[in-house]
């Protein structure tokens, strides 16, 4: 079999992840492997896309190798899904799968991403491997590897293949224009709009004009194709010292005194092949230079998308998650698939609110989750990435349960009593009681403040 390995990270043949599919060549030379850099490539193949082209027409299985860059592929793989659409050529029918590295950080918005776009290409798409970035070292990541490829070979003959998502149905193009009013305008926040909207986006433009018509406060614009991008993040880590980016095109500077000075952000952008356009993703990328400090939290975060967004659940994932992750208080999304104006104005009536009580939340697990995952990262290489171990510190992510003491050990009591049967006689139905009795408390406490 013909396998074509698309290697989409920034440090080509320095890439933990193509190791893997190195690891795997070396262990099937009955297979043919053919190597391909996009990922370090990419700007040569805007210019001539001849070399990408001739190896996919070849290929009998594409494999995507990547490491996950924030909840999807890396800005070098997404421009790479643009330049395949754009050139048309025919991957019907060919085989599709994907070998990823991370700390499973959303490794799974990554591959669904990439699933999705190999489904519109018609491709037959095997699930893939989501890999640890260590798991090459150790015997059980090398045998799961083993078993990936026996297992990915085996589907090529006879499936199963990932089932694609419902899609939305065909329709006319939604031009939407702009007419609301605009309301008094107070200066006392600062909104910024974030977007990617191409020139002959009208739909878009209305969309945002719109929004900030509705909204109570001033607002600006920050259009992301105007800015001067040298690359997408090269994952040096030479940030992780510094803050600063190895690049010389001012984006740090950029988006701490331009974006993040905002009292709420307004992303606009409209769907395509999943996401939006490459440049958002770039966007995001470049904001590792931040680590994996929330330094935004609090700052509440409103959607503006036009498309079939209602059709897009991974992005729906992606979304909330970056919020939760973020601590950001999300809003809500306005799309144009319904009644535009009237979720325009809502959604703007709901930041201004949002921003005035500086409301808050609690995370759920695509929060809690996420940053754990952080949490335990970071101290580990502490080492390393300084500035975000310093920040962990201060802002106490570090809620290792280890350090609960005090719980562990009442658990511990109440274990041991427990344990007898007296005291098992004794509790059987006032467990519930002494749960629920704290939380009485506080609802009585409620009362007794509303009736003052």
Same mark, same amino acid.
């Given at each position: 079999?013909?396998?074509?390995?698309?290697?989409?990270?920034?440090?080509?043949?320095?890439?933990?992840?193509?190791?893997?599919? +190195?690891? *795997?060549?070396?262990?099937?030379?009955?297979?043919?492997?053919?190597?391909?850099?996009? @990922?370090?490539?990419?700007?040569?193949?805007?210019?001539?896309?001849?070399?990408? %082209?001739?190896?996919?027409?070849?290929?009998?299985? &594409?494999?995507?190798?990547?490491? =996950?860059?924030?909840?999807?592929?890396?800005?070098?793989?997404?421009?790479?899904?643009?330049?395949?659409?754009?050139?048309?050529?025919?991957?019907?029918?060919?085989?599709?799968?994907?070998? #990823?590295?991370?700390?499973?950080?959303?490794?799974?918005?990554?591959?669904?991403?990439?699933?999705?776009?190999?489904?519109?290409?018609?491709?037959? !798409?095997?699930? /893939?491997?989501?890999?640890?970035?260590?798991?090459?070292?150790?015997?059980?990541?090398?045998?799961?590897?083993?078993?990936?490829?026996?297992?990915?070979?085996?589907?090529?003959?006879? @499936?199963?293949? =990932?089932? $694609?998502?419902?899609?939305?149905?065909?329709?006319?193009?939604?031009?939407?224009?702009?007419?609301?009013?605009?309301?008094?305008?107070?200066?006392?926040?600062?909104?910024?709009?974030?977007?990617?909207?191409?020139?002959?986006?009208?739909?878009?433009?209305?969309?945002?004009?719109?929004?900030?018509?509705? +909204?109570?406060?001033?607002?600006?614009? !920050?259009?992301?194709?105007?800015?001067?991008?040298?690359?997408?993040?090269?994952?040096?880590?030479?940030?992780?010292?510094? @803050?600063?980016?190895?690049?010389?095109? /001012?984006?740090?500077?950029?988006? %701490?005194?331009?974006?993040?000075?905002?009292?709420?952000?307004?992303?606009?952008?409209?769907?395509?092949?999943?996401?939006?356009?490459?440049?958002?993703?770039?966007?995001?990328?470049?904001?590792?230079?931040?680590?994996?400090?929330?330094?935004?939290?609090?700052?509440?975060?409103?959607?503006?998308? %036009?498309?079939?967004?209602?059709?897009?659940?991974?992005?729906?994932?992606? !979304?909330?998650?970056?919020?939760? &992750?973020?601590?950001?208080?999300?809003?809500? &999304?306005?799309?144009?698939?319904?009644?535009?104006?009237?979720?325009?104005?809502? *959604?703007?009536?709901?930041?201004?609110?949002?921003?005035?009580?500086?409301? #808050?939340? $609690?995370?759920?697990?695509?929060?809690? @989750?996420?940053?754990?995952?952080?949490?335990?990262?970071?101290?580990?290489?502490?080492?390393?990435?300084?500035?975000?171990?310093?920040?962990?510190?201060?802002?106490?992510?570090?809620?290792?349960?280890?350090?609960?003491?005090?719980?562990?050990?009442?658990?511990?009591?109440? /274990?041991?009593?427990?344990?007898?049967?007296? =005291?098992?006689?004794?509790?059987?139905?006032?467990?519930?009681?002494?749960?629920?009795?704290?939380?009485?408390?506080?609802?009585?406490?409620?009362?007794?403040?509303?009736?003052?």
């Amino acid at each position: 079999m013909n396998i074509l390995v698309l290697n989409a990270s920034p440090k080509g043949k320095n890439s933990a992840t193509v190791q893997t599919a +190195l690891y *795997l060549q070396a262990l099937h030379p009955e297979h043919t492997f053919t190597f391909l850099p996009v @990922g370090q490539r990419i700007k040569s193949y805007e210019s001539d896309f001849t070399p990408v %082209r001739q190896a996919l027409e070849q290929a009998d299985l &594409v494999l995507f190798c990547y490491p =996950v860059y924030t909840f999807i592929a890396p800005y070098q793989l997404h421009r790479l899904m643009e330049l395949i659409a754009a050139d048309g050529v025919d991957l019907s029918g060919k085989f599709a799968s994907q070998i #990823t590295t991370s700390k499973h950080f959303y490794d799974v918005t990554a591959h669904r991403y990439v699933e999705e776009n190999c489904l519109d290409f018609g491709m037959k !798409v095997i699930r /893939g491997l989501s890999a640890d970035m260590e798991d090459l070292l150790q015997e059980k990541g090398q045998r799961e590897a083993r078993m990936f490829f026996d297992q990915l070979i085996f589907s090529c003959a006879h @499936g199963p293949f =990932v089932t $694609p998502s419902p899609k939305a149905p065909h329709h006319p193009p939604r031009l939407y224009q702009p007419s609301l009013s605009p309301a008094p305008k107070s200066r006392e926040k600062d909104v910024v709009i974030v977007t990617n909207c191409a020139k002959d986006d009208q739909s878009l433009q209305g969309m945002i004009a719109d929004f900030q018509a509705a +909204l109570p406060y001033e607002s600006r614009v !920050v259009n992301l194709r105007d800015f001067p991008f040298a690359g997408g993040c090269l994952g040096c880590f030479g940030c992780a010292i510094t @803050g600063q980016c190895v690049y010389q095109d /001012g984006f740090d500077r950029f988006l %701490r005194e331009t974006i993040q000075t905002a009292d709420g952000f307004v992303y606009a952008f409209t769907i395509s092949q999943h996401y939006t356009h490459s440049s958002f993703k770039c966007f995001d990328d470049r904001q590792f230079c931040n680590g994996h400090r929330t330094v935004t939290h609090g700052t509440p975060i409103a959607y503006l998308i %036009r498309g079939d967004y209602q059709y897009e659940s991974n992005l729906h994932m992606i !979304v909330e998650g970056r919020s939760e &992750v973020g601590g950001n208080y999300l809003c809500g &999304v306005a799309t144009d698939e319904g009644n535009t104006k009237e979720d325009i104005q809502s *959604l703007a009536q709901n930041l201004a609110f949002a921003m005035e009580k500086k409301l #808050t939340r $609690p995370a759920n697990f695509y929060g809690v @989750g996420g940053m754990k995952i952080f949490r335990d990262l970071i101290y580990i290489m502490q080492g390393l990435m300084k500035a975000d171990h310093q920040f962990y510190k201060s802002h106490g992510i570090y809620d290792f349960p280890q350090k609960q003491k005090k719980r562990i050990w009442q658990m511990r009591l109440v /274990g041991a009593l427990m344990a007898i049967p007296s =005291v098992q006689k004794k509790a059987r139905g006032k467990m519930t009681d002494a749960i629920i009795g704290p939380y009485r408390k506080v609802v009585a406490q409620a009362k007794e403040q509303k009736g003052e």
